[in-house]
């Protein structure tokens, strides 16, 4: 297995508090999947999947308990200037926000080049040289005009193409994409999303961290949805499409557009997801679910088995 992430919980000081944002979280990735985790904003995915290269900032941040095993390596408790290697050589990251993404200041060329030879010992010709291929295979037009310019002066699409080419120019093991496609529209969305579906290779892995279900029956092999800090369903793809067990998930698929409801007003899930902080006592969902018991309020679900490779945290199937 490629990653393994164990019991990881995620904690963030206030000034009078301690605030547990995520809690016993596990899960495993391995070479060739692509593994969706999914669940609206405020759940706590982007903090988890930030804590596997330890990129949440410590302060406030604190992972009290867990593992995340990266290729047999413990990466919380690895040396900093070893962490420092696997970042962008064997791990690469597509940040959510090209704008901030990449440095204003420099061309995307140098920042390009900066990333090769950190991690490779190449001349500054031979870096430029790979910067170029990369701009062109997730086309950039005219590359070698473009090399030279600064962030600003291209479009999102063009500056998120960029970000893409920076996480995978030296071919990691392991690509982390925090919400890859929402700062861009539903045109640049698709050719994007075809991008990486198209530079990802067997050998390596995709964690895509979104909140668009859409995006995810597209690119995973594998789901995790997550809902207030807790995994509450894991499942390959096309089982999850088939059969969402949770509600939460059964919900979150009813909010999709399709054929069958064009014309109609989309469903919703009422109610919002709860801060950290403020999760409701028993099931963190039993406040929005429409399959609420009275034990729901009371007893905390934990994640089950019910049928080979899918797990769901809820006490409707609770043995």
Not at 21 to 41: I, N
Not at 106 to 132: F, Y
Not at 196 to 224: F, N, W
Not at 252 to 266: D, E
């Amino acid at each position: 297995m490629l990653l393994e992430i164990s019991d990881l919980h995620i904690e963030f000081a206030s000034e009078d508090r301690t605030i547990r944002a995520v809690e016993g979280v596990s899960l495993s990735l391995d070479r060739g999947q692509v593994l969706g985790l999914v669940g609206e904003s405020g759940c706590g995915k982007s903090a988890s999947c930030m804590s596997i290269p330890r990129l949440l900032p410590s302060p406030p941040a604190r992972i009290p308990q867990g593992k995340i095993l990266f290729d047999g390596v413990d990466l919380l408790t690895t040396p900093i200037e070893n962490l420092r290697k696997i970042r962008g050589d064997k791990i690469g990251i597509i940040f959510q926000d090209p704008m901030t993404a990449l440095s204003p200041l420099h061309r995307i060329g140098k920042q390009l080049q900066e990333v090769i030879r950190l991690h490779r010992n190449v001349t500054l010709a031979e870096s430029r040289k790979l910067a170029l291929e990369w701009l062109d295979r997730v086309g950039i037009p005219d590359p070698t005009s473009k090399i030279n310019a600064y962030p600003h002066e291209l479009s999102g699409g063009m500056q998120q193409r960029v970000v893409i080419a920076m996480a995978l120019i030296l071919e990691p093991d392991l690509i982390i994409a925090d919400e890859p496609t929402t700062a861009l529209d539903v045109t640049i969305q698709a050719q994007v999303l075809r991008l990486m579906r198209d530079l990802h290779r067997k050998d390596s892995a995709l964690l895509l961290i979104t909140h668009d279900m859409g995006v995810v029956s597209q690119m995973a092999t594998h789901i995790a949805v997550m809902y207030a800090g807790q995994i509450v369903e894991t499942a390959e793809a096309e089982e999850f499409f088939r059969s969402p067990q949770h509600p939460y998930s059964q919900a979150l698929l009813r909010a999709l557009p399709s054929s069958a409801t064009r014309g109609q007003p989309l469903e919703s899930i009422p109610g919002n997801v709860p801060s950290a902080g403020n999760f409701p006592p028993g099931c963190r969902f039993h406040n929005r679910c429409n399959a609420v018991m009275d034990k729901c309020k009371k007893c905390a679900p934990q994640l089950q088995e019910i049928s080979p490779d899918h797990c769901v945290r809820c006490l409707l199937y609770d043995k």
